[in-house]
């Protein structure tokens, strides 16, 4: 199996906090792409860290990666309730231009 | 940019019966990837084409799934004689190619496939 944790994850945070989702993997990736999925609509990018970087910010996101444990994190800063969604982690196996194979993912719910 | 359009957004077919699902990837990408997405295995990759032609399809269970890229507008998934374990959410994605590509994949919102 790609993924150190197999199944759906869920948090439920207050606004206004922090959290950080993670995710291991156990094939070596190019890239790891970050998506978030809100209900009734497809996948969308949100960050993504190349093997050669530690950390990426975007905004109130920031993605670590950690080639040496293959894992890597996607924490959000001071959450608002529009942040609830479903975030998956994606690698690429070594192929940058093929398929992307995605983790279980984490719901994430923030609470008024 | 309108995005991946899938349609239709939501299809029910009996037990046995054929559904056929659309896909039209952002116009002047080269790569067209399906997935399936379920509660319980999550997002599966299917199939995918690059520049119309088929380049990995091990995630396609061998028997009654097909997919075609007749033209670079769009692509088909076909499913026949469905059973009810094909129920799920069935999600087309197009990305370009080539370059300094990230491999970032553009999702459409998916076509819901509900099998009685």
């Known amino acids: 199996s790609q993924w150190g944790e197999e199944n759906l994850q869920a948090l439920s945070i207050q606004e206004g906090e922090d959290v950080t989702m993670n995710c291991s993997y156990k094939?070596?990736?190019?890239?790891v792409h970050w998506y978030r999925q809100d209900s009734g609509r497809g996948p969308a990018l949100i960050i993504l860290i190349r093997s050669n970087e530690r950390e990426k910010r975007s905004g109130r996101l920031r993605a670590t990666l950690d080639t040496s444990s293959q894992s890597s994190s996607l924490s959000i800063t001071a959450a608002q309730c529009e942040d609830t969604a479903v975030y998956f982690c994606a690698t690429d196996q070594g192929s940058a231009l093929g398929r992307l194979h995605f983790g279980a993912g984490t719901q994430l719910i923030v609470i008024p | 940019n309108a995005g991946v359009i899938q349609t239709p957004r939501h299809k029910v077919t009996g037990k046995g019966q054929e559904a056929t699902l659309w896909c039209e990837p952002i116009?002047?990408?080269?790569?067209v990837f399906w997935y399936r997405q379920t509660i319980v295995q999550g997002l599966e990759f299917l199939t995918y084409f690059r520049n119309q032609a088929p380049i990995d399809d091990s995630g396609m269970p061998k028997e009654r799934f097909s997919a075609q890229m007749p033209n670079q507008s769009h692509s088909t998934l076909k499913i026949q004689s469905t059973q009810p374990q094909d129920s799920a959410v069935y999600l087309c994605?197009?990305?370009?190619?080539?370059?300094?590509?990230?491999?970032?994949?553009?999702f459409g919102e998916g076509s819901k496939l509900t099998v009685l």
């Open positions: 116009s002047g990408h080269s790569a």
């Open positions: 994605a197009s990305s370009p190619g080539g370059g300094a590509n990230t491999g970032q994949l553009y």
């Open positions: 094939t070596y990736t190019t890239v």
